[in-house]
């Protein structure tokens, strides 16, 4: 995707205006300054150990990660941006609030290229099935947006080390089945190995 998907994604946000969770842990002043540019796009709800001087509509709480989810799920708020609190215990809330596992995405932009990248906690994507179903939910989220995603699969090598040890050899297997099983299920896909140089124009 170029730079146009990052536009059309803040076009989208300011005709929306939805109201948007933020969490918030320890604020200082440059972290609180930081949230100004988001009001362009958004109806903001701090949630975090914030004091009454906030600037913002804000909920005070000692467990903001709890509280987020807890918004997101009664549909207090449109969204929930984790800011700067914990992963581990907001992805923790999360899974157990909605009980789906949690698998998350992120959305990079390098010199006018934009592409979603996954996975991307430490605990996901351990087996073929989790990182198939990264690439298949990320590739029905550009779907849906009115993008036609093309998907590069990356592994542990590249092809010429196949044989070298053990584990490039799974990692290289593994890439391939990935990239098989999604072109089976109607996504463009292909595995480029290790050499994340060639995935420009991936999406």
Known sequence: MDASFIK???????KTRARIGIGIWNPD??????????ERFAELLVVGNVDESCPYE????????????????NG????????NLPAGRTMRALAEEFRLPVRRLALL????????????GIDEGETVQ???????????????????????????GRREDRGRCERVDR??????????????????AEHKGILIENCRGDD
């Open 8 to 14: 059309s994604l803040q076009d989208r946000a300011e």
């Open 29 to 38: 002043r440059e972290l609180m300054a930081s949230l100004h540019s988001a």
């Open 58 to 73: 804000h909920i005070c709480t000692d467990e903001p990660w709890k509280e987020l989810v807890r918004l997101l799920a």
């Open 76 to 83: 207090v708020i449109d969204g929930a941006v984790r800011g």
């Open 109 to 120: 932009e390098l010199s006018g290229w934009a592409f979603l990248l996954g996975p991307v």
């Open 130 to 156: 989790d990182r198939l179903d990264l690439l298949l939910g990320g590739s029905k989220l550009l779907q849906n947006m009115g993008v036609l995603p093309r998907a590069a699969v990356l592994s542990g």
């Open 171 to 188: 990692s290289l297997l593994e890439g391939d089945q990935i990239a098989a099983r999604a072109l089976k299920a109607g996504i463009d």
